[in-house]
């Protein structure tokens, strides 16, 4: 198939650059007032003061501008944690319990306007955030420089959705745990991700998910400057849903370039008939002449391709 001129998601890279903002000095130390609980007016000093104040209730916490060296454990509730100025917020080299910025198993969370960056742990799984259970809403958001962006348990009733966020130097396949990848979602029951961006890989894929639905549209994958990264989408246990509108770019630098999206390539989970891949664009980076699959498929699936536009070198159905 003949290649066509990239058609770059405009919305995803306004994202981008709106949340790439000056950041505070790093504090490692309490802040008076920087956390606030909207709903009753109560201020604390430290994250974890004011999510143990929430409960196991409803509540937004309102944290004020600035770079912290902090993190916290949600046990309970439903938590909105939102930046008083979306991108002004940053939680950088500190993870709890060894695992994430901000560790989740209450009932549900969401997360506004906050950076994530410098997360790394000795086992490699060092992420902003960490859902070990519950709903994730995830809006105006960026991770960075950290060995993963969003890292999951199982919870095959959860939901996790995220729009107008950026992934960016994220993964890692040099630790014993196995590969960090910039999204590495579970065996949850729905991951909706739109309008985003994922850029700069360091190892691993970008999205890996073992979600029995996926919704994947409007979204970047630019692998130019990417490093020894693999796949731009992982789904590794069979699903369902659509990939639509998304705008793929596959880098020099792979440790595998033999498919853009893998489907079923691991254990399989759940039925992929009628997973829909629609209207997206994919190519090489300028210079790299390769063979590659767009979707490389394990499942023997009835798939739904239409309206792709991709460029010479790509084949785009490949059964394995």
Known sequence: MTSTAPRAPTRALITAAALALPLAAASAQPVPDAFTIVES?????????????????????????GTYRQCAVQTDGVIVYEAAEPGSVTFMARACEGKAALVL????????????????????????????????NV????????????????????????????FTGLGTCENSAGCA??????????????????????GGHYVKARSREVILENNSFDDAN????????????GSVGRIADNWFVQGRDKENYSAFIALGAEDLLHPSDGLQVVDNEA???PGV?????????????????QGNRIAGGIKQYEQR
């Open 41 to 65: 007016g109560q201020r604390f000093s430290t994250l974890q003061q004011a999510v143990d104040a929430v409960g196991n209730t409803r509540a937004t916490i309102r944290i004020q501008p």
């Open 181 to 202: 990848h910039s999204i590495y979602i579970g065996n949850y029951g729905s991951l909706t991700v739109r309008e985003s961006r994922f850029e700069r890989g360091t």
């Open 283 to 285: 190519r090489f980076v």
């Open 226 to 237: 990417g490093k020894a990264t693999n796949y731009m989408i992982d789904l590794p246990a």
């Open 139 to 166: 809006a105006q958001a960026r991770f960075q420089d950290s060995q993963q962006g969003i890292l999951t348990a199982d919870d095959p009733a959860g939901r996790i959705f995220i729009t107008r966020s950026t």
């Open 289 to 305: 002449t390769r063979s590659s699959a767009f979707l490389a498929d394990w499942t023997a699936s009835q798939i739904v391709m």
């Open 105 to 136: 198993r209450g009932i549900g969370a969401e997360v506004r306007g906050i950076t994530f960056s410098n997360i790394k742990v000795p086992d490699g799984n060092g992420a902003g955030i960490r859902l070990e259970k519950g709903a994730l």
